[in-house]
C-alpha cells in the first residue's frame, strides 16, 4: 500500500523535525550535547514529583483520570489565574488554558492566528520547535536578526502589500526577558 498518495497537502509540507534529529545524537554515551536544549537528568525532581504525583492520586484519583474539559483543571486554572492576578494582569481563570508544555501553546497560537502565506517576524536565531509549526502551517517567515531593525522590517513588508501577523521572539533577544513571546501585530 503506498500511502504517500494519500497525504493530505499539510502532511506533504512537512519537513524533518531539526529537534528529533538534535535529540538523536544526544543518546550517544559521554557525550553532553548543548545543541538540543536537553538538561542533565540529576536535575530532574524525581523525589518531589512522586510525593506530588501520591498525594494527586490519593486526593484527587478519580476526577483526575477522568475525562474532562479541553481548557484543563478548574483549580489549577484559577490558582494561576490568582496568581498572575497578584503580578498585575487584569485575568480570570477563563482567560486561561492548561497545556502540553509551551510548545503546544505556540502551536495552538499558530493554529489560531495563522492562515497560509501569513507573515510571522522571529527574531533571529529562533526557537526550531517555533519554526516547525509556522512551517507547518504555512507562513511566511521573515528574520529579524536585531530588534531595532524591526519596524524597518515591518515597514518593508507592508510595502509589499503584506501585513505580520505576529512577531515571535525567543531570549536571545535583550527584550523578550527569557521566555517566549508572541506579539499580535496585524
Ligand atoms: C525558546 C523555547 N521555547 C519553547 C520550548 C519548548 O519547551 P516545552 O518543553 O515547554 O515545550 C523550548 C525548548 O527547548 C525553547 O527552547
Redo the contacts with the bound molecule.
Keep these: 500500500m503506498f500511502y504517500d498518495k494519500l497525504y493530505s497537502e499539510n502532511a506533504l509540507n512537512m519537513r524533518k523535525s531539526p529537534i528529533r534529529e538534535l535529540l538523536r545524537t544526544a543518546d550517544i554515551n559521554k557525550l553532553i550535547s548543548f545543541a538540543g536544549?536537553y538538561p542533565n537528568p540529576a536535575t530532574f525532581p524525581i523525589e518531589d514529583l512522586k510525593d506530588i504525583m501520591r498525594d494527586v492520586m490519593d486526593n484527587e484519583g478519580t476526577s483526575v483520570l477522568q475525562y474532562a474539559a479541553s481548557e484543563g483543571n478548574i483549580k489549577l486554572r484559577k490558582i494561576l489565574a490568582e496568581r498572575y492576578t497578584k503580578e498585575g494582569l487584569d485575568i480570570t481563570y477563563e482567560n486561561i488554558i492548561i497545556t502540553t508544555?509551551?510548545?503546544q501553546a505556540i502551536d495552538l497560537t499558530t493554529k489560531v492566528l495563522i492562515n497560509p502565506g501569513d507573515i510571522v517576524l522571529c527574531g533571529l536565531p529562533s526557537?526550531l520547535?517555533?519554526l516547525q509549526s509556522f512551517w507547518s502551517y504555512q507562513a511566511d517567515i521573515v528574520g529579524v536578526r536585531d530588534f531595532s531593525d524591526m519596524e524597518k522590517v515591518i515597514k518593508d513588508v507592508i510595502a509589499k502589500g503584506k501585513k505580520p501577523k505576529f512577531i515571535y521572539t525567543?531570549?536571545d533577544f535583550p527584550e523578550s526577558v527569557g521566555r517566549?513571546i508572541i506579539i499580535k501585530t496585524a
Aim: avoid cysteine; proline fraction near 10%; hydrophobic fraction near 20%.
Design positions: 536544549g508544555s509551551s510548545q526557537y520547535g517555533a525567543v531570549p517566549d
